[in-house]
């Protein structure tokens, strides 16, 4: 199975730790969602990632051995996000743009490719920078589904598409999941619209990656605790909890890990993954790691 390791990735901007150091194994046949606040550095990691952009340390692997400048390597991998595959491509008819991508990889899935079209109603004979911005997204989405590569990286691919064609986007790719074993790294802020699809959540915090688990372990160790605010202020001690609300004189505790005996006046639910995610992504990097250690995640 094909695996790919991104090992101590360390990247400053003007004296700046973005990544602090970041290490994560990404393997085949897997969805992972890259989830994390505006600018927590997602893009500069999937650019370094995709040999786009120099990190200051670090390396990453494809089975075994570095990609770096490799460009047999990097081919198994293909990121997606705002700029075009081709430099100063602006002009190209979209028809034109798609020949060009099958020139570059013989085994792009032109089938695929006159689908998507279709279903999307992309105007393959309109000039790219003609193109509004939805549908430059289409434009970049169906290039990610149709590329051979094994590795594929969306960044905030579904910017500026309406509802129905991010529906169709998220139908699309697990259609195309379901029938080629390769691995999809999505990041996205559209974190309710996605997280039924991902199997494995990488979250980016203050530098590295706070949390790498998969979406079942996260769900089966997720509550939510709801009762009177001193009752909940009772149970409280010894839990970890990773976010709270209050309506009225009702508290809500959402709780990562083993809750223990509650009593019967505080309610118990699981609690789905957007609103878990949600507050994952909200935490501080030093109260999760002091969570994990608890819990021995
Ligand atoms: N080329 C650059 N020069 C200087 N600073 C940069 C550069 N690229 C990124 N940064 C900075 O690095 C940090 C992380 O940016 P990045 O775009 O990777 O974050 P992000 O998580 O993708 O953000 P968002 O979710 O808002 O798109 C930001 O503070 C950004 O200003």
Same mark, same amino acid.
């Given at each position: 199975?094909?695996?790919?390791?991104?090992?101590?990735?360390?990247?400053?901007?003007?004296?700046?730790?973005?990544?602090?150091?970041?290490?994560?194994?990404?393997?085949?046949?897997?969805?992972?969602?890259?989830?994390?606040?505006?600018?927590?550095?997602?893009?500069?990691?999937?650019?370094?990632?995709?040999?786009?952009?120099?990190?200051?340390?670090?390396?990453?692997?494809?089975?075994?051995?570095?990609?770096?400048?490799?460009?047999?390597?990097?081919?198994?991998?293909?990121?997606?996000?705002?700029?075009?595959?081709?430099? %100063?491509?602006?002009?190209?008819?979209?028809?034109?743009?798609?020949?060009?991508?099958?020139?570059?990889?013989?085994?792009?899935?032109? !089938?695929?490719?006159?689908?998507?079209?279709?279903?999307?109603?992309?105007?393959?004979?309109?000039?790219?920078?003609?193109?509004?911005?939805?549908?430059?997204?289409?434009?970049?989405?169906?290039?990610?589904?149709?590329?051979?590569?094994?590795?594929?990286?969306?960044?905030?691919?579904?910017?500026?598409?309406?509802?129905?064609?991010?529906?169709?986007?998220?139908?699309?790719?697990?259609?195309?999941?379901?029938?080629?074993?390769?691995?999809?790294?999505?990041?996205?802020?559209?974190?309710?619209?996605?997280?039924?699809?991902?199997?494995?959540?990488?979250?980016? %915090?203050?530098?590295?990656?706070?949390?790498?688990?998969?979406?079942?372990?996260?769900?089966?160790?997720?509550? !939510?605790?709801?009762? !009177?605010?001193?009752?909940?202020?009772?149970?409280?001690?010894?839990?970890?909890?990773?976010?709270?609300? !209050?309506?009225?004189?009702?508290?809500?505790?959402?709780?990562?890990? %083993?809750?223990?005996?509650?009593?019967?006046?505080?309610?118990?639910?699981?609690?789905?993954?957007?609103?878990?995610?949600?507050?994952?992504?909200?935490?501080?990097?030093?109260?999760?790691?002091?969570?994990?250690?608890?819990?021995?995640?």
């Amino acid at each position: 199975m094909t695996k790919l390791e991104i090992r101590n990735i360390q990247r400053k901007y003007s004296g700046i730790d973005v990544l602090k150091n970041i290490s994560c194994t990404l393997e085949e046949g897997h969805i992972y969602g890259l989830l994390g606040r505006n600018g927590v550095g997602k893009s500069t990691l999937l650019n370094i990632i995709n040999n786009r952009v120099l990190p200051n340390k670090g390396e990453v692997k494809l089975d075994g051995e570095v990609i770096f400048e490799k460009d047999d390597l990097l081919a198994e991998l293909f990121l997606i996000n705002d700029t075009l595959l081709f430099n %100063n491509s602006d002009h190209l008819k979209v028809n034109k743009y798609f020949k060009l991508a099958k020139s570059f990889y013989p085994d792009f899935d032109e !089938a695929l490719c006159d689908h998507l079209v279709e279903v999307f109603e992309l105007d393959v004979k309109q000039r790219i920078d003609k193109l509004s911005t939805g549908y430059r997204s289409i434009l970049n989405v169906i290039l990610g589904l149709c590329v051979p590569a094994k590795f594929i990286f969306f960044d905030e691919p579904t910017l500026g598409l309406d509802a129905n064609h991010r529906e169709l986007f998220y139908k699309e790719l697990l259609d195309n999941f379901s029938k080629k074993t390769r691995t999809f790294v999505i990041s996205t802020h559209l974190i309710e619209e996605v997280s039924h699809m991902i199997d494995t959540v990488l979250i980016l %915090n203050e530098g590295v990656i706070s949390v790498n688990e998969t979406a079942e372990t996260i769900l089966e160790k997720s509550w !939510a605790l709801t009762g !009177a605010i001193r009752d909940i202020q009772e149970i409280s001690k010894g839990l970890s909890i990773v976010g709270r609300e !209050a309506i009225g004189n009702q508290q809500t505790i959402y709780v990562y890990g %083993n809750v223990g005996d509650i009593p019967p006046s505080i309610q118990v639910k699981s609690v789905d993954l957007q609103k878990i995610f949600i507050e994952l992504t909200s935490m501080k990097e030093r109260d999760w790691r002091e969570i994990k250690q608890s819990i021995k995640v």
